[in-house]
């Protein structure tokens, strides 16, 4: 009987499944909490970064799928090259090149939405432990592309009168920046800064990463020149070949279902961010490549930015007045300019937001709570809040709902 009992307990360590990689228990469920939120009945989701669905497209995005699967039925249903749909490469370096910007297909990826640059960028550039410089808070999609290669990080504090660009990038693997509009904090870094980090990233060899997902959702002023136009200027009227990786995608300005983004860069991190991305999906969907360049040819953004742009500004407005009623007792914020946030910062450090977030569920509003924004994730007194998704009334309940678990956790309750 002893015998057996040993078989039997061999057995079952022998069929035991392996454990799950190390880096998962290090990830956050946040994201796929404000994701969800939506089945949640009467829940106010002012979490996550999603456009207003009334907007999208429809009708035109059908008409335009449905030539390109008459007119390209290998394109749409078939394999594509790695690097992506030849034409839509063509469009896109025309689209982003300026008189100081000279690119061509060799300067452009196409990436299965704009999260999947993020985790290429990963791939081809990290070492374990690899030291990241960037804006901190950050983009929780980028800290949890890079996870898995427990990355160390270096805080960029543009807003720093002593910052020195040169220092904060020599040795970094790569610097981070989402200069428009920073998720969450919905901050513009200014020409000046701008013009800094360029000319670090030329000095040190440093790659800088230009991610700039909410370019187009501008608000207030004038827009700056991009980073990749300033760093432009040095290549004497020849094709890109700079340090600036910029990063763009369609999910904010046409529809995020389409899952389209793009990288470009000099014609090295092309190929690099390629190999990397062969092992990844081996190719983006032919479909939504021919339904992105109908949409560009077309000019869809162009006709649907003013739209965009009015009723967001409204929302943000909408949303600021909110908090300057129910909460600006408790919480300090600015106007962003632009983009799809507003950042509130507790007046008081010692104020949990992770813990405001289950108190906040219970109301039936749905926040992003600061701490997934910080890698050492020691930033507790601050949240973002999304004012894209809902219309005014929405906006103004789901502050109230807030406010009204802000007082039960400052109660004690």
């Known amino acids: 009987m002893r015998l057996m009992d040993t078989a039997a307990t061999k057995l079952r360590r022998s069929t035991a499944r392996p454990a799950f990689a190390r880096w998962l ?51 749409t249903l078939g394999y594509n090259p790695v690097e992506g749909l030849p034409e839509l490469r063509d469009a896109l370096a025309a689209r982003f090149s300026t008189p100081h910007l000279h690119l061509g297909r060799e300067n452009i990826l196409i990436t299965t939405s704009g999260m999947q640059g993020l985790d290429l960028l990963g791939k081809a550039l990290l070492e374990e432990g690899g030291l990241i410089a960037g804006q901190f808070p950050t983009y929780l999609g980028a800290i949890d592309a890079w996870r898995p290669r427990y990355p ?5 504090i543009l807003q720093d009168p002593s910052f020195d660009p040169v220092g904060a990038l020599t040795g970094a693997q790569f610097a981070y920046t989402v200069p428009n509009f920073s998720n969450p904090t919905g901050k513009l870094v200014g020409l000046q800064t701008r013009q800094a980090l360029v000319d670090a990233a030329h000095a040190t060899g440093t790659w800088l990463i230009e991610d700039d997902p909410y370019g187009g959702l501008h608000y207030d002023g004038v827009p700056l020149p991009r980073m990749i136009e300033l760093s432009g200027g040095r290549s004497a009227g020849q094709r890109y070949d700079g340090p600036v990786v910029y990063m763009g995608t369609l999910s904010k300005e046409i529809a995020p279902g389409l899952r389209i983004g793009w990288v470009v860069a000099a014609p090295e991190m092309i190929k690099a961010l390629t190999m990397a991305k062969q092992g990844s999906d081996m190719c983006t969907s032919g479909i939504t490549q021919r339904i992105a360049l109908g949409a560009l040819e077309a000019g869809l953004i162009e ?111």
Not at 42 to 71: H, S, T, V
Not at 317 to 341: I, K, N, Q
């Open 25 to 75: 228990g290090t990830t956050n469920a946040v994201t796929n909490t404000f994701l969800s939120a939506g089945s949640i009945p009467d829940l106010i989701n002012i979490a996550g970064g999603l456009p207003a669905p009334e907007l999208y497209p429809a009708a035109e995005i059908a008409q335009i799928a449905r030539k390109a699967i008459e007119a390209h039925p290998q394109d």
């Open 152 to 156: 160390t990080y270096r805080n960029l």
């Open 303 to 413: 006709r649907l930015q003013p739209g965009l742009v009015g009723l967001y500004r409204e929302r943000r407005d909408a949303l600021c007045a909110a908090l300057e009623e129910h909460l600006s007792e408790w919480f300090t914020f600015e106007r962003p300019v632009g983009g799809m946030f507003v950042w509130a910062v507790a007046r008081d450090r010692d104020f949990d937001t992770d813990r405001l977030l289950p108190l906040a569920l219970k109301e039936k509003v749905c926040i992003a709570p600061s701490s997934v924004f910080d890698p050492s994730e020691t930033n507790r007194w601050a949240m973002r809040l999304n004012f894209t998704l809902n219309p005014p009334e929405r906006l103004d309940e789901g502050i109230r709902r807030l406010a009204s678990a802000v007082r039960t956790l400052i109660g004690g309750g």
